[in-house]
């Protein structure tokens, strides 16, 4: 592939937007489609070209990329009648949405009958990685491939990484997903300890964030649940969908992950209360008092 890319970016949401930015800094034409067109007129100002349909975007763009929300919103713009699959040509499509590892093997099946190159590469870092270009990416495909567009997904991240075949990118992020479940119920749990027994959160951030409980989860969201700021980085009804198909995947294989599901539950509670939109970090509220 030459140097600059003609890169079509479909999803431009809280991800997308600041993943497409830095292509677009980065120099490559970028040409973008979002269900709701609002979200591209800063990209668009900068100098982004607007496609009215996904098939037009498609047809001439040499790499497409794709942060949608759900597997169905992968399903429809790769498989939709005149979308990505019925019109791209020779191109590489990467999908960077988190989704099921068993769409991915059938995007990249579709994709070479088609003439076009599949990878999945989702990615892990949240709004803060993708704003300062610092994602971790994880990615299933063709070494070739992989090879192809590694200068590309550079460009958003600084650990990029080849995991295996077409879908072992979604399953590397299930992994991911796993340990995060994990994680935020014991940052939850241990903040709200701190508040319960009286101490000041935020000395307690001071010692427990330089010591073996540090992470991204304690020091980015609890700091957010500590200021009461439960916005969203990462929506609570994304990580459900993404904990709905972790259990799926470790049920085909006969794997009882029990913290994988009772962070499921926790979460299915907060969507019953309308919690759906806000930021995984609200978990916190199920146990300050
Ligand atoms: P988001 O803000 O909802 O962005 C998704 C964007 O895709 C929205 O702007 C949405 O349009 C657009 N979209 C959805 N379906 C579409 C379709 N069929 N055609 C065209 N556009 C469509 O979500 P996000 O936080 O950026 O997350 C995107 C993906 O990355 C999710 O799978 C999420 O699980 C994953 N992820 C998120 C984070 C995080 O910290 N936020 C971290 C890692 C991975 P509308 O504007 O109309 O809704």
Known sequence: MSAKQRIGFIG?????????????????QLNVFNRSKSKTDDLVAKGAKWF???????????VIITMVGYPSDVEEV?????????????????????SSPSLAKRIAEEA???????????????????RNAKLSIMVGGKQSDFDAVLPILKIMGSNVVLQGGPGAGQHTKMCN???????IMGVSEGLGYAKSVGLN???VM????GGAASGFQLLNLGARMIAGDFAPGFYVEHFLKDLGIALEEAQKVNLDLPALALAKKLYEGLVAEGCA?????VLFTKYAR
């Open 177 to 183: 997903q796993i340990v995060i479940a994990g994680t």
């Open 201 to 203: 959160p935020e000395t």
């Open 52 to 62: 009215d349909t996904i098939g037009d975007l498609a047809a001439e763009s040499d």
């Open 78 to 98: 790769y498989f939709g009648a005149g979308k990505i699959l019925d019109r791209a040509k020779n191109a590489y499509l990467i999908d960077m949405t988190t």
């Open 277 to 281: 939109k806000n930021g995984t970090q």
């Open 206 to 209: 001071e010692s427990i964030g």
């Open 112 to 130: 070479e009958k088609r003439g076009c190159h599949g990878l999945d590469a989702p990615v892990s870092g949240g709004d803060v990685g993708a």
């Open 12 to 28: 431009l949401g809280i991800m997308g937007q600041s993943m497409a930015g830095h292509l677009l800094a980065a120099g490559h």
